[in-house]
């Protein structure tokens, strides 16, 4: 017999820890690409790059950074979560790391943000 899907799970503070890390990771990984393209633009000299840098020196790009910036704490974050679940002898403080990871992540985020400000 098959087993049906709980949507209690999804109210456990774990599954949105795995969820965070899981997105963030496939934006992270959706982002290569584009980062690959820019940094190839030094390839056709030094005039085609200086004029990408200009064209991203706009608002948007720099929001885009700073949500860079807040996709890669989230997911280190989440990955050393995973790390010392796995590693370390459990004592049932799994809330506490969720929480310090998203703390962290978003700690990361503004101090990012108030660098752009500043």
Do not use: C
Not at 58 to 67: Q, Y
């Amino acid at each position: 017999m098959m087993r049906t899907n709980d949507f209690r799970a999804r109210k456990h503070p774990a599954y949105w820890a795995f969820l965070v890390h899981r997105v963030s990771g496939l934006a992270l990984a959706a982002f290569l690409p584009v980062h690959f393209w820019a940094m190839g633009q030094a390839i056709y000299g030094e005039a085609a790059l200086d004029e990408f840098i200009r064209f991203t020196d706009r608002a948007l790009f720099k929001f885009g950074e700073w949500g860079l910036v807040v996709l890669l704490a989230l997911h280190m974050m989440g990955g050393v979560r995973l790390l010392l679940i796995e590693f370390r002898p459990w004592s049932g403080l799994r809330k506490n790391w969720i929480a310090g990871a998203l703390g962290f992540g978003a700690a990361a985020g503004m101090a990012f943000a108030l660098a752009l400000i500043g």
